[in-house]
């Protein structure tokens, strides 16, 4: 019996190391954020997590991709995989970009240097937010990977273009104009809760920091919170805390418009890409003025509901551009497979913000490890399973719409 009990039985080893036992348990990308929201106070997992109003175009983001079913082919060699590709003239390990997102330090103290130093180590293009929490030149001194820098457009140009010529000088390689946010989307859970940043102290906060010691303690044993890269402007760099949406309304540009461009371009002469964009129409509007990325992209769900989903824009947007510019699909992404969807569709990459920032809110640095890990063998896999051996070879015929 004894025998027979050693032959069927294994022990598992024990793991010491708290991180790596949380790790162990996310087999998805819904894990970490299951992990993210027990490690995390409500109020910034909300602010991480939610969306607009009903949230209906953040769950759209994600279903749409289940709309979409493979055609596999069979019976070929996948025994050699190659999931690198080209964005933007550059090589990259594999067709993804992270994106740029807002308060990182609200994950944990690292914030935005633990996500480059990931990327770089992952071979993909990082993205620093204007609304970092790091600064350009602190993600640049930590990472020697692609970067790019994404640009809001403040009322104040003068400091917008400090802020690009700072990049420049950094060696970020792109730029990202945001052109959805003329105003702060509505995002009911942050409204009910009163949320700012930084959270102002309340006895519900007080609470919250109670019952996530480990987030309070690394919250309070770091510097504050700030926009590092505007620190010492008045008004601007949120060391006071902000109503974000009262920031939005007060600090960016409501003006902008099509003949931005135009401006940007005359102070910086690297690829820019358009993110936001959600019609046909403005995608060939885009290309006409020589922009040289569409990113397909309702802000993550947080802006205008009921906005179209991003995959299912990529396809008509692919056919109109011909191949005039780089087509990004941002949003809803959360497996290797949802990746090579979009490719077939004609997206020449996407990009992901929530996936990283569960993992960094799950396990720091090793959680953006994990998320990167994750999507690579997801592609490989599902190109396996599809009989594509290149990224090349992800064609139309790969999937079809269900009825």
Same mark, same amino acid.
């Given at each position: 019996?004894y025998?027979?009990?050693?032959?069927v039985?294994?022990?598992?080893?024990?793991?010491?190391?708290?991180?790596?036992?949380?790790?162990?348990?996310?087999?998805?990308?819904?894990d970490?954020?299951?992990i993210?929201?027990?490690?995390?106070?409500?109020?910034?997992?909300?602010?991480?997590?939610?969306g607009?109003?009903?949230?209906?175009?953040?769950?759209?983001n994600?279903?749409?991709?289940?709309?979409?079913?493979?055609?596999?082919?069979?019976?070929r060699? $996948?025994s050699?995989?190659?999931?690198?590709?080209?964005?933007?003239? =550059?090589?990259?390990?594999?067709p993804?970009?992270?994106?740029?997102t807002?308060?990182?330090?609200?994950?944990?103290? #690292?914030?935005?240097?633990a996500v480059?130093?990931?990327? +770089?180590? +992952?071979g993909?293009? @990082?993205?620093?937010?204007?609304?970092?929490?790091?600064?350009?030149?602190?993600?640049?001194? $930590?990472?020697?990977?692609p970067?790019?820098?994404?640009?809001y457009?403040?009322?104040?140009?003068?400091l917008?273009?400090e802020?690009?010529?700072r990049?420049?000088?950094a060696? @970020?390689?792109g730029?990202?104009?945001?052109?959805d946010?003329?105003?702060?989307?509505?995002?009911?859970?942050?409204?009910?809760?009163? @949320?700012?940043?930084?959270p102002?102290?309340?006895?519900d906060?007080?609470?919250d920091?109670i &019952? =996530?010691?480990a987030?309070?303690?690394?919250?309070?044993?770091?510097?504050p919170?700030q926009?590092a890269?505007?620190?010492g402007?008045?008004?601007?760099?949120?060391s006071?805390?902000?109503?974000?949406?009262?920031?939005?309304?007060?600090?960016?540009?409501?003006?902008?418009?099509?003949?931005?461009?135009?401006?940007l371009?005359?102070?910086?002469?690297?690829?820019?890409?358009?993110?936001?964009i *959600? /019609?046909?129409?403005?995608?060939?509007r885009?290309?006409?003025?020589?922009v040289e990325?569409i990113?397909?992209?309702?802000?993550?769900?947080r *802006?205008?509901?009921?906005?179209?989903?991003?995959i299912e824009?990529?396809?008509?947007?692919?056919?109109h551009?011909?191949?005039?510019a780089?087509i &990004?699909v941002?949003?809803?992404?959360?497996?290797?497979?949802?990746v090579?969807?979009?490719?077939?569709?004609?997206?020449d990459?996407?990009?992901i913000?929530?996936? @990283?920032?569960?993992?960094?809110?799950?396990?720091?640095?090793?959680?953006v490890? =994990?998320?990167l890990r994750?999507?690579?063998?997801?592609?490989?896999? /599902?190109m396996?399973?599809?009989?594509?051996?290149?990224v090349?070879?992800?064609?139309?015929?790969?999937?079809?719409?269900? #009825?």
């Amino acid at each position: 019996m004894y025998k027979t009990f050693r032959s069927v039985v294994r022990f598992r080893e024990l793991e010491l190391d708290p991180v790596e036992r949380r790790l162990r348990s996310a087999a998805t990308i819904e894990d970490l954020r299951r992990i993210a929201k027990r490690r995390l106070p409500r109020g910034v997992f909300d602010y991480f997590d939610g969306g607009a109003e009903d949230e209906r175009t953040l769950a759209n983001n994600s279903a749409g991709f289940a709309k979409l079913e493979f055609r596999p082919n069979v019976l070929r060699d $996948v025994s050699e995989l190659d999931v690198s590709t080209t964005l933007f003239g =550059h090589q990259v390990a594999m067709p993804l970009m992270l994106a740029p997102t807002g308060y990182t330090r609200m994950a944990t103290s #690292d914030g935005e240097l633990a996500v480059a130093r990931a990327a +770089a180590r +992952a071979g993909v293009p @990082y993205s620093l937010s204007t609304m970092s929490t790091r600064s350009i030149e602190e993600v640049a001194a $930590v990472s020697d990977g692609p970067k790019w820098f994404q640009v809001y457009t403040w009322k104040d140009r003068g400091l917008v273009e400090e802020l690009v010529k700072r990049a420049l000088v950094a060696g @970020y390689e792109g730029l990202w104009l945001t052109v959805d946010t003329a105003v702060l989307g509505r995002r009911e859970r942050d409204v009910r809760r009163g @949320y700012t940043i930084p959270p102002k102290i309340g006895l519900d906060t007080i609470v919250d920091g109670i &019952i =996530h010691p480990a987030w309070t303690y690394d919250f309070l044993t770091h510097d504050p919170i700030q926009f590092a890269n505007v620190v010492g402007r008045d008004g601007a760099d949120g060391s006071e805390g902000i109503d974000l949406a009262g920031h939005v309304m007060s600090q960016f540009d409501q003006r902008l418009s099509w003949k931005d461009i135009e401006w940007l371009r005359g102070i910086w002469d690297g690829p820019i890409m358009l993110k936001g964009i *959600q /019609t046909v129409d403005d995608a060939e509007r885009a290309v006409a003025m020589g922009v040289e990325g569409i990113g397909l992209s309702n802000h993550g769900g947080r *802006q205008l509901d009921d906005a179209p989903a991003p995959i299912e824009l990529a396809e008509p947007v692919a056919q109109h551009v011909q191949g005039q510019a780089t087509i &990004i699909v941002d949003g809803g992404v959360r497996r290797g497979s949802d990746v090579v969807k979009a490719l077939a569709l004609g997206a020449d990459g996407v990009s992901i913000g929530r996936p @990283y920032l569960f993992g960094l809110a799950a396990g720091g640095e090793r959680g953006v490890d =994990h998320v990167l890990r994750f999507f690579r063998e997801g592609i490989e896999r /599902t190109m396996a399973l599809t009989g594509r051996t290149n990224v090349s070879q992800i064609d139309r015929d790969l999937v079809r719409w269900r #009825d």
